[in-house]
């Protein structure tokens, strides 16, 4: 390369600089570094909407979690009964009279 292309490589390189913008900070950055300066925690707000789905969520589960223990209960309850029924381990045993 030549005196006139290196200026010419320089000159394209700082130009490609035009137009761009400084990093703005987020809008909290600077209360966090003062917070964490003078030792208080930075506090966070939650939404209510966020808050009020995520119990609804929580409340969804539970529920869920009820109706299919109570179907597993009530399954498990007739299983033995036919199990019993099936070997005559109920009260109508005949040996039971002796």
Known sequence: ?????????VEDILNS???MQRAEP??????KIEGRLSGKAATTIIPL?????????VLLLIAVNIIFMSMQHTKK?????????????????PLDNL
């Open 26 to 31: 987020g809008a909290g950055l600077y209360d």
């Open 77 to 93: 309850d007739n299983s033995m009964l036919e199990v019993a029924s099936f070997y005559q381990l109920t009260n109508n045993n």
């Open 1 to 9: 390369m030549n005196e006139t292309g290196k200026n010419k490589y």
């Open 17 to 19: 600089l035009d137009g």
């Open 49 to 57: 909407r966020r808050v009020s789905f995520a119990a609804a969520c």
